[in-house]
């Protein structure tokens, strides 16, 4: 009997672990993707799988993997994909003599690419032993800045990868922009990405660039069912040779709230609190809700720290100044938090539409209610992606949806964390801006 870890088997990992499920209609429509000549965009809540269906069906030497961060722009996308392509860069400066005498300078980019047979070369040695092959390179100018030039350089070296863009959504909405435009130049150039984004509205990139309609295909990783979860504790428990009550398997899928990275977290926590580490050398039935209980408590305090720190961040807002007619600013974000926390959990999960946030705020707001107004919480929820990334909230907690005109969740561990904890004792702990004011007078927003 071949043994594992818990580790191994249930959990959150960076490798995706032994329990993972094969899903019909996700994997399904991801593989017949991959036979097509489209791009691929993956998304969903955070933790939620995309990782692990790329690892699942994409070998390692299958992809060029490039990691994308609120500072990253398309510029440095394509470095990072010719760099791990052995596509040296070198900057040039040519001068040019105009009629008046002057010198000009230019400043230009040259790729280095490997041989592929004629014109000028630079030939590089690997190594000194004897019978090891000499690398010839090959320059070649080009412009970073347009996926055209791009693309004809990963046509000389016969390039025949997938890109894979992973954390889409930390870029910013211009560099989207951008970057979804240039993806209709690379998909005619027979160039694929695949992206994987935390989002749950459809046609997240068509909205950007219409031309990408036929040219993308949309692999949602949720819903997961509730048998879907449970052919997972069973993949699992089979690993380890053990058991989980059934009236167990319930409860962990009643917490999820739909979330495989819960599922997967409390039946790990579960399992070891129950004094498992490891394959059982003999069948072994876990049946003891109160180490459920203390899963779903350890969970919650696992979560309190990161969760926390980012509502109290995101209800800080942007500093601002005080307007010069003394009044204390509308401070949206803070009313946000509060409203999210104050909310159902069922609200959560469809998202909070733009009326109903305008109308709760305006009901708790310090200010009287015509003076919250709709173009106050409109421009308050286009930049709520803006405000995430400022307060270095990674992965981001909350989405706006244009489409649907809601707030939505994307990390799926928020629910399980807001459906455990004391709401009141929770809003107290975030601290109101309008106290901070109240005792100094030269304070901003």
């Known amino acids: 009997m071949d043994r594992y870890s818990v580790a191994e088997v249930f959990g959150v990992n960076n490798k995706m672990v032994r329990s993972y499920l094969e899903r019909t209609e996700v994997d399904g429509e991801f593989t017949e993707a991959l036979k097509t000549d489209r791009h691929i965009v993956v998304y969903g809540s955070s933790k939620q799988g995309k990782t692990s269906l790329l690892s699942r069906h994409i070998e390692k030497e299958q992809a060029v993997i490039i990691e994308c961060g609120p500072k990253t722009d398309c510029q440095a996308i394509y470095q990072s994909l010719l760099r791990q392509l052995d596509i040296r860069l070198e900057r040039t400066e040519t001068q040019t003599s105009t ?74 909405d211009e560099i989207q922009t951008e970057l979804s435009f240039d993806l209709r130049i ?82 790990k926590t579960f399992v070891e609190i129950s004094g498992v580490s490891e394959t059982q050398d003999s069948p072994l039935v876990l049946a003891n809700p109160d180490y459920l ?76 209610p015509a003076e919250v107004r709709t173009g106050d919480i409109t421009n308050l929820l286009n930049t709520f992606a803006y405000l995430q990334k400022e307060r270095r909230i990674a992965p981001p907690l909350f989405d706006y949806d244009q489409g649907a005109r809601s707030l939505k969740v994307i990390d799926s561990t928020l629910y399980f964390y807001l459906a455990n904890v004391d709401k009141e004792s929770l809003i107290e702990e975030i601290p109101n801006p309008l106290d901070t004011w109240e005792h100094d007078e030269g304070a901003g927003e």
């Open 99 to 172: 009629t008046e005498g002057k010198v000009r300078a230019k400043i230009g980019l040259k790729a280095i690419l490997p041989f592929l047979g004629g014109g000028d070369t630079e030939v590089e040695t690997e190594g000194t032993r004897t019978g090891e092959k000499a690398k010839e390179f090959h320059p070649v100018e080009y412009n970073l800045e347009l996926a055209q030039d791009v693309g004809e350089l990963l046509a000389r070296i016969k390039f025949n990868k997938f890109v894979v863009l992973e954390n889409f959504h930390y870029l910013t």
């Open 186 to 267: 690379f998909q005619d150039m027979g160039v694929r990405f695949i992206i994987l984004g935390v989002w749950r509205e459809k046609n997240r990139l068509v909205v950007y660039n219409g031309d990408l309609a036929d040219r993308i295909t949309e692999v949602p990783v949720e819903p997961w069912s509730p048998d879907e979860f449970l052919q997972v504790m069973s993949n699992g428990s089979r690993l380890l040779n053990i058991e989980i009550d059934g009236q167990i398997q319930r409860d962990i899928i009643d917490a999820s709230f739909g979330s495989i990275a819960i599922v997967q977290e409390l039946c």
């Open 293 to 368: 209980k203390a899963a779903i408590e350890q969970k919650v305090s696992d979560y309190q720290a990161r969760h926390l720190r980012a509502l109290e961040a995101i209800a800080g807002g942007l500093v601002t100044k005080r307007p010069k007619e003394g009044k204390f600013p509308l401070i949206l974000p803070y009313y946000t938090v509060r409203v999210i926390i104050e909310s159902s959990l069922q609200d959560l999960l469809n998202g909070i539409g733009r009326l109903d946030l305008h109308d709760r705020i305006r009901r708790i707001h310090h200010r009287p």
